[in-house]
């Protein structure tokens, strides 16, 4: 079992930047894949931004030059540092763990994040 624990989401302005964290427990050691999705009201799950092992990461293009996803290993914590953001970036983010980027089957309880005009 693998708990995910995400923390800060907020409220910010257009242009402004948040960091997420989200701190993996549990039996994490062949969990590869860390990454990011986010859902909007009314719109499906969509995948964010993911990283695998030493591998370089994955963007969503609507992210691209925006936002960065990192981990420290030695604290089984990724982040996705956020910035510039829009008000189409405002959704409920979830952390996600898995062996490989195709199988994400580990899943944070989600944070809001809210970004005004």
């Known amino acids: 079992q693998v708990h995910l624990a995400e923390s800060g989401g907020g409220l910010v302005q257009a242009g402004g930047s948040l960091r997420l964290s989200c701190a993996a427990s549990?039996?994490?050691?062949?969990?590869?894949?860390l990454g990011w999705f986010r859902q909007a009201p009314g719109k499906k799950r969509e995948i964010v931004a993911a990283?695998?092992?030493?591998?370089?990461?994955i963007y969503a293009d609507s992210v691209k030059g925006r936002f960065t996803i990192s981990r420290d290993n030695a604290k089984n914590t990724v982040y996705l540092q956020m910035n510039s953001l829009k008000p189409e970036d405002t959704a409920v983010y979830y952390c996600?763990?898995?062996?490989?980027?195709?199988?994400?089957?580990?899943w944070g309880q989600g944070t809001q994040v809210t970004v005004s005009s």
């Open positions: 996600a763990a898995g062996p490989d980027l195709a199988g994400f089957n580990s």
């Open positions: 549990g039996r994490i050691e062949f969990m590869f894949a």
């Open positions: 990283t695998y092992s030493g591998d370089r990461p």
